[in-house]
């Protein structure tokens, strides 16, 4: 959870406004990194046509300013001691206040991955086989990803993706693993994740190729499909037969 917390920015709703052409944005960033909110960080920037001309920083604890009208205005802002004072009762009436309620609706929810390892390269001999364990639907995003081969890590060989959004708040994650496989080892891949109260380990099953497996699944569909129809024409067949009036000649 704190991964996910370390990288995490709220941007709360900004005050838009646009006259004569012009625009101007105030958003609210709140950033933290520790679940009790000690390391809480507010920023209040003021931005008109695309350039932040002041921004107030919980840190600094004052007003800056970026441009010359910014400096000028900035200076004006540190000197009140209401508007100061204002400011810095924002950072736990706009960020801590609005982190809480993430917190209880948002961030507290896990959703365990689902987890898939199959065979994407097989090995000709000479080189080696890729395999990929890749998790679907995961939340938060902070998911750990290892390969283990007969109880111990691997180390070389493995490249991963990035966490990737799928845009409805689910993330997934795909491992890839280059080996050379050898008679009777156990290769397995390794998820944790938030959603689990300890790490989950997927073993691949290489008695089969997975091309293989699909094709034989296919076949034996197939076979009892046949099975069926022909058991079905069978009993047809009798029915009609028992029915008839043979008319001698």
Wanted: include cysteine; hydrophobic fraction near 35%; aromatic fraction near 10%.
């Amino acid at each position: 959870m704190s991964k996910l917390l370390k990288i995490l920015l709220i941007v709360l709703p900004a005050v838009l406004h646009t006259a004569h052409g012009n625009f101007l944005s105030q958003p609210d960033w709140c950033i933290w990194s520790k679940e009790d909110l000690s390391d809480m960080e507010y920023i209040k920037p003021l931005i008109i046509n695309k350039i932040k001309y002041l921004e107030y920083n919980s840190t600094v604890g004052k007003v800056v300013g970026y441009t010359e009208l910014g400096i000028k205005n900035a200076d004006r802002f540190n000197k009140d001691p209401a508007f100061m004072q204002g400011l810095k009762a924002e950072l736990d009436s706009v960020c801590k206040n609005n982190v809480g309620n993430y917190y209880s609706g948002i961030l507290s929810k896990t959703v365990e991955p689902q987890v898939k390892v199959k065979l994407v390269k097989k090995s000709d001999g000479t080189h080696p086989a890729t395999l990929m364990c890749s998790a679907y639907s995961f939340y938060p995003p902070a998911i750990s990803v290892t390969w283990l081969r007969n109880g111990k890590e691997i180390k070389g060989g493995v490249t991963s993706t990035e966490e990737m959004a799928d845009g409805d708040w689910y993330y997934q994650v795909h491992s890839h693993l280059e080996y050379m496989p050898e008679s009777g080892e156990e290769i397995s891949c390794v998820v944790q994740h938030a959603s689990f109260t300890k790490p989950m380990n997927y073993k691949w099953d290489s008695s089969m190729p997975e091309p293989d497996k699909s094709k034989i699944a296919i076949g034996a569909s197939g076979l009892v499909l046949g099975i069926v129809l022909s058991a079905a024409g069978f009993i047809y067949y009798k029915k009609k037969s028992s029915g008839r009036i043979l008319v001698p000649t």
